[in-house]
């Protein structure tokens, strides 16, 4: 890779994001550790710098190369299937309204906040399979590794750049699915780095707006954005750099992303929807439910929050309050939900680059064009690699039982079907002409209906009342559930079939 | 009550706030008035929240225990009361159990609710000497009465609130020390008592390494002083495995976390966004943190892994969140301390003893209310009891598993398939009983293991409706939520 040795050459030490002070202390510090001579660390630093091409060369393509790995899989999560489904509904003329075309128990009509992945998601996967969404996954992760470095390395170096951007795609491991939210934490990173430079200059970033369009066409976090803004805002008005008229002029940037986000084609009910989506969420997805530490992500997130605030404490300068406000921000995240830990990993990674820097003994400089052209080449090179591994390790998707897709298929069409909510979306996917009595848009659902429904996925008291009320003849359950145990043994109900894990069970 | 805070001269203490030297112009006067306002309203707080009747699910299963020992059993050895049980139980909490049973015996229920008022009005009293130590009383008593607060979740009548009290201590001593540099040999003896009461006896030494090894990468301690100190939590330790139960104590902690951190929902990590009390917890640590990294002075180690060891202690599992507050409460009261831009005064010996006063004359009135109050166990089917008194000795229940304690104190003559004490399971039965708890494939399989003619069970429980739909048991009584049913 002798192209990437210009990663780290001597530029312009960075502005204010950066504090020059810190550096210099480092340094100063070291040296006074030996009177005479060259000091230890002064010896380190010129071995750093004599190595410093070569060491983020490698770091670069350590990570480029971790992240394709990461990326190229099958698909495995249950969502990307219903995601399939409303892309090819959409490009064949349907819409969604009320009653739903698909739930003949939805209560209130579906808000299409992810219609543009949809689409494209569909016409991938119609030209090129499931390789195609397993690539176009690893291309989102690749995308998202490039946004985190464009961030990180505005406050950093390049071997803390690229380490903590390492790191935040560690910590939103579990959002690095084939699925639009990883646009969504594409789209944050973008929008910390274009703050973190406003942070410098105190001049808006106009282009912010069309791309929280673009964020509100592809996934419902756009509004994580709107926050980030604000919040670096008034920071930043809490830091006396600046007065009301600046500070009015950079609230617009939100305000006006906000304005254009009830622009699309949903219309300005896409302002509500996060809010309707999480009523039903929060109580019933898993994904909805607090974080814990016994999630791998979460303690990585954690670790990062709690080296930026030990690094803070132990340091004799105070932060920034935008600084603190971002970083409250992410504790905030990492702890209020499993689905935003990989947002409070995005939004610590400039945070933590920063910190790492005062820990390395030499400057953080601006990256030159071949460095950035270097980075670009490599992921380019890490994409047109990808391609044939997908081919190769992601025809088959993990976790849905494609064996008895042809048996659903041959169910007549209308067959109401009670089906382990994971599967609902593979099932509207693979068997569009059934009707599952629930599925994963748990929006459109009336919560006591939706309490219902998981009291008799546990064989509760109204189990046998909510199958003759939804007038289901076919489930689809997971082998091991109680329903499906119940539904045997108790209503003589018999399995026609299983794959996966999953049992196809037919009413005598 | 009008001196629990009153002038004196400032403390003779080598910190000061903000570089300002203690007791330097600009001091802004406590009102007598205030503290003392604010006592009797933590007081009357304290009251509110200890005067309840027993519904701790783990109560009576201690109180079993108990009895047990005053009757002549053993330490260890093979469970004397559960035939499913294949490891040996532990009575690692001997001390508070044969405690509350001599007080159940002599005043009936009452005593034990009692006893957990006058438990909490300790820990206050131990947060106090925490918190007061580094804050005047108003601050003081604001951060005490949060961290209790953030202990709410196990201010249940159950050992464990002796060992809040203990580590309360353990973190004011080890603070203390951390100032002086002085060891605290009193520590050794306490943590004996401690050992002999519950489980969580190693945080306290754990909160005392932490100090030392901080204190050293401050580089205050010469080795031999690390060394000095260091021997306070090891001498601890030594003394934990003198216990009647002897050296196996010192692993009891582990065993018993083996089953229970995969079955037991307080041993589950802990789901901030839904716990109140790891909100107000992670706010007073939050509150700390804040005032340092905004503060141009370096934060000590000590005081940073202190900080580290209650937000780890805080997301661990619900069952250690009150271990974050108690070791947060001195840390937040100093940030509190420190928006006053003074050094905390000394708290006189006549505040010290109007607050004693206070808390004596708060357990006096508690008895007569208790005795009142908690005449009844709460969340407990009593009135089903007629039902399974019917029940032959021996007969074998399948039982819910919060009540199980509860059976073994009240009806001793039957046996529960399990009980509260899962660490004296297998990790395969446990499993077996929550597939038949959640009537999933093989769910007959423990019914066939542990052959139950009788059940007590949820009303709207899965397994219930299946018993009966399936193997047509019969309901004998509904009652508090809870049915009992009889084996066809």
């Known amino acids: 890779m002798p192209i990437l040795v210009a990663v780290t050459l001597n530029h312009p030490r960075l502005d204010s994001s950066t504090p020059a002070d810190a550096e210099h202390e480092v340094i100063a510090h070291g040296q006074g550790e030996l009177p005479s001579g060259k000091s230890r660390s002064g010896v380190f630093v010129d071995r750093v710098h004599d190595r410093g091409s070569l060491i983020v060369s490698a770091l670069a393509v350590f990570v480029v190369s971790a992240a394709t790995v990461l990326g190229v899989r099958p698909i495995g999560d249950p969502s990307p299937w219903l995601h399939l489904r409303i892309g090819q509904y959409l490009l064949a003329g349907g819409r969604f309204g009320y009653p739903d075309p698909w739930a003949p128990f939805a209560a209130k009509p579906y808000v299409l906040t992810e219609w543009l992945p949809a689409i494209v998601g569909y016409l991938t996967y119609n030209k090129f399979g499931a390789p195609g969404i397993a690539w176009l996954r690893c291309a989102g992760i690749l995308t998202l590794l490039t946004a985190l470095t464009w961030t990180t390395r505005r406050a950093a170096g390049a071997i803390a750049a690229i380490t903590a951007a390492f790191v935040a795609l560690l910590g939103a491991y579990d959002g690095l699915t084939e699925r639009p939210q990883m646009l969504s934490l594409i789209f944050l990173a973008i929008t910390l780095g274009a703050w973190w430079r406003t942070t410098e200059d105190l001049r808006p970033r106009w282009w912010l707006v069309p791309v929280t369009w673009v964020w509100a066409c592809s996934h419902g976090l756009w509004l994580v954005g709107l926050g980030v803004g604000a919040v670096v805002a008034c920071g930043l008005a809490c830091d006396n750099r600046m007065g009301r008229r600046q500070l009015r002029n950079l609230l617009l940037v939100p305000l006006a992303s906000l304005a254009a986000a009830g622009l699309t084609p949903v219309g300005p009910k896409l302002l509500l929807a996060p809010f309707t989506v999480g009523s039903n969420a929060r109580d019933f997805v898993g994904e909805w439910q607090p974080s814990t530490i016994h999630q791998p992500v979460t303690v990585v997130t954690l670790l990062m929050i709690g080296f930026v605030l030990i690094a803070w404490a132990r340091s004799a300068r105070s932060p920034h309050w935008w600084q603190v406000g971002l970083l409250v921000t992410s504790l905030v995240c990492a702890l209020a939900m499993v689905r935003t830990v990989a947002v409070a990993a995005v939004i610590a990674a400039p945070l933590l680059a920063q910190e790492l820097q005062n820990l390395l003994p030499m400057r953080a400089t601006r990256p030159s064009r071949l460095a950035q052209l270097s980075w670009v080449g490599l992921t380019a090179v890490a994409l047109v690699v990808a391609a044939p591994m997908a081919g190769a390790l992601a025809q088959n998707p993990n976790g849905v039982p494609v064996h008895l897709a042809a048996q659903l298929r041959q169910i007549p069409s209308g067959t109401r079907v009670v089906a382990t909510g994971d599967v609902t979306g593979w099932l509207l996917w693979s068997a569009p002409d059934l009707k599952p009595v629930e599925d994963l848009r748990i929006e459109v659902y009336d919560p006591s209906y939706v309490r219902r429904y998981i009291e008799a996925m546990a064989a509760g008291p109204a189990w046998r009342g909510f199958i003759q009320e939804t007038g289901a003849t076919v489930a689809l359950l997971d082998e091991d559930s109680p329903l499906a145990t119940a539904l045997r043994e108790r209503a003589g109900w018999h399995a026609v079939g299983s794959d996966a894990g999953y049992l196809l069970l037919r009413r005598p | ?488």
Request: charged share 15%.
């Open chain 2, 1 to 488: 009550m009008t001196s629990l805070d009153v002038d004196h001269p400032p403390m003779d203490n080598s910190e000061t706030v903000n570089g300002k030297p203690p007791g330097t112009d600009g001091r802004r006067r406590e009102s007598s008035r205030v503290p003392a306002i604010v006592s009797i309203a933590c007081a009357a707080a304290l009251m509110f929240l200890g005067i309840r009747p027993v519904s701790d699910d783990d109560a009576w299963w201690h109180l079993k225990v108990g009895e047990f020992l005053l009757h002549g059993g053993a330490f260890a050895g093979p469970d004397p009361w559960n035939p499913f049980a294949t490891r040996p139980f532990v009575l690692n909490q001997w001390l508070p159990e044969v405690v509350a049973f001599q007080g159940y015996e002599w005043f009936g229920l009452p005593a034990v609710a009692w006893l957990r008022c006058v438990a909490i009005l300790l820990l206050f009293t131990a947060l106090l000497w925490c918190t007061r130590h580094v804050a005047d009383t108003v601050p003081a008593l604001i951060t005490a009465l949060a961290a209790l607060l953030g202990t709410a979740g196990g201010l249940g009548e159950r050992p464990q609130l002796v060992s809040f009290i203990m580590l309360a201590v353990w973190v004011g001593a080890s603070w203390r020390t951390a100032e002086d540099l002085r060891p605290r040999w009193w520590l050794i003896p306490l943590t004996w008592v401690w050992a002999s009461s519950h489980g969580l006896w190693f945080t306290g030494i754990g909160v005392g390494m932490l100090v030392v090894v901080g204190l050293a990468l401050d580089r205050r301690l010469t080795l031999r002083s690390a060394a000095r100190l260091m021997l306070v939590p090891l001498g601890s330790l030594a003394v934990c495995a003198l216990t009647p139960v002897g050296p196996r104590l010192l692993l009891a902690p582990f065993e018993v976390s083996q089953n229970a951190t995969e079955y037991v929902q307080e041993w589950q990590a802990t789901p901030v966004r839904t716990s109140v009390v790891a909100m107000v917890t992670l706010v007073l640590i939050a509150g700390a943190v804040l005032g340092w990294i905004r503060s141009p002075e370096k934060t000590p180690w000590w005081k940073l892994s202190l900080a580290i060891a209650a937000v780890v202690t805080t997301l661990a599992m619900l069952h250690t969140v009150p271990v974050g507050a108690i070791i947060a409460a001195p840390l937040a009261a100093s940030a509190l301390q420190s928006l006053r831009r003074t050094a905390p005064r000394r708290p006189e010996h006549r505040s010290r003893r109007l607050w004693a006063l206070l808390i004596l004359a708060c357990a006096i009135i508690a008895i007569p209310v208790t005795a009142v109050v908690a005449q009844h166990p709460g969340n407990v089917p009593e009135r089903l009891r007629a039902t399974l008194d019917t029940a032959p000795a021996g007969s074998v229940v399948l039982n819910d598993h919060s009540l199980s304690g509860w059976l073994l104190w009240r009806e001793p003559q039957l046996v529960s398939v399990l009980d509260l004490r899962t660490e004296i399971f297998s990790k395969d039965y446990v499993e077996a009983y929550l597939r038949n708890a959640q009537v999933r494939p093989g769910w007959k399989d423990f019914l066939a293991e542990t052959k139950p003619t009788y059940a007590l069970l949820r009303s709207e429980s899965p397994i219930r409706l299946a018993l009966q739909e399936e193997l047509h048991w019969v309901p004998l009584q509904t009652a508090q939520g809870f049915t009992v049913l009889r084996a066809p």
